[in-house]
């Protein structure tokens, strides 16, 4: 059993910062990339950012230059830096990360419960 624990939301003005956290645990043998994505109300979820095992990342248009994604294997974590919030940024957020659960099976999708950022005008 994976499960995906995150941390770290809340409410903030406009221009703050938070920091998401996503922990890993069960059974696992390697996690490949691991990512954020988020939903608002009335819209679809969307890709925020994304990172491989090797450390490469992507971000969506809309946080480049504001959110950095980082993880750390030793603790199976993600992170989410966010910085210069907007309040367009207001959704709840996801973890998801690509996980073989033991070495002879494939890799599956998980993802966390969700935590609410919200940011205020």
């Known amino acids: 059993q994976v499960q995906l624990v995150e941390s770290g939301g809340g409410l903030v003005q406009a221009g703050g910062s938070l920091r998401l956290s996503c922990a890993a645990s069960?059974?696992?043998?390697?996690?490949?990339?691991m990512g954020w994505y988020r939903q608002a109300p009335g819209k679809q979820r969307e890709l925020v950012a994304v990172?491989?095992?090797?450390?490469?990342?992507n971000y969506a248009d809309s946080v480049k230059g504001r959110f950095t994604i980082s993880r750390d294997n030793a603790k199976n974590t993600v992170y989410l830096q966010m910085n210069s919030l907007k309040p367009e940024d207001t959704a709840v957020y996801y973890c998801?990360?690509?996980?073989?659960?033991?070495?002879?099976?494939?890799?599956?999708?998980?993802w966390g419960q969700g935590t609410q950022v919200t940011v205020s005008s």
């Open positions: 998801n990360a690509d996980i073989r659960p033991r070495i002879l099976t494939t890799s599956n999708a998980y």
């Open positions: 990172i491989t095992s090797g450390g490469s990342t």
């Open positions: 069960g059974s696992i043998f390697r996690i490949n990339a």
